[in-house]
Each structure stands twice: as C-alpha cells, then as structure tokens.
C-alpha cells in the first residue's frame, strides 16, 4: 500500500523526517501533522490570542488538506491539543469550532485535549485531522 507525502509551499518547510500530511489512496484517506498557528515562514500567528491562534491553525489544516486533494468539509475526526487549557476558555473553544466548520454536512468526530505545552512556546493550540479524499 503507497502513502505519499504532502508538504504545500504555504506551510512552513519541515525536516526531512516529518510532513505536514500523508495521503493514503488505496484507503482513500488523508492524515494531517499536528497544525500550529504559523506562516509560512515559520513565526507564531495570534500572540496569546486563542481564537486567533485557532484560526490560523485551522487554516494550515486546510492547506495541508487542499494540497492533498481534500478538503475540510471532507474532515472526518479531528483532535484538538491546548497548551494550558482551562475550562473557562470552552465558550471560545465553540465558537472557534463552529466557525471552523462553516459549511461542514456533517460534524467530526473531535476530542479536545488540554495539556501542558505544545512544540514551541507561545503555540496555544494544535489541531490534527483525518480526512477522506
């Protein structure tokens, strides 16, 4: 079974040994890396704002899916890591995810799960998904 690796020039270059999603076409299937709230350039987006960082994180996920020759509304479960989560931050959480999800037939599966840190300080949020092609 082949798995292709997809890296699109608007995210930021990664070492040799990770990439940003690999596709799997026999399955029909695409798995994104954890996605931060970077440019392509590789600097934080959104400071110490969650929504923003959400955001932005939420559209690296779909420039990895675009890339992959899928998209977000193909998004089939998702998982959503926060680096020093409360659950005051719920309502933004929400409503991050509801406009994330903006003409989505059919809502993900999702597991938001707070933790300590993420890859880099500053990164807030990390959202990795599985799609179909």
Not at 61 to 76: D, F, H, Q
Not at 83 to 109: F, K, N, S
């Amino acid at each position: 079974m082949s798995v292709h690796a997809v890296n699109p020039p608007e995210l930021p270059p990664l070492p040799g040994v990770l990439s940003h999603a690999v596709t799997v076409p026999a399955l029909g299937l695409v798995y994104t890396s954890g996605q931060v709230a970077w440019d392509k350039d590789g600097q934080l987006v959104g400071g110490d704002d969650l929504v923003a960082q959400f955001e932005q994180a939420y559209e690296n996920v779909e420039a990895a899916l675009r890339a992959a020759g899928s998209s977000r509304e193909k998004i089939i479960k998702e998982t959503v890591y926060l680096a020093g989560y409360t659950t005051d931050q719920a309502g933004e959480l929400v409503a991050a995810l509801t406009a994330a999800r903006r003409g989505c037939p059919t809502p993900p599966a999702s597991t938001a799960v707070g933790v300590s840190t993420l890859f880099q300080d500053g990164f807030l949020v990390e959202i990795e998904v599985v799609a179909t092609l």
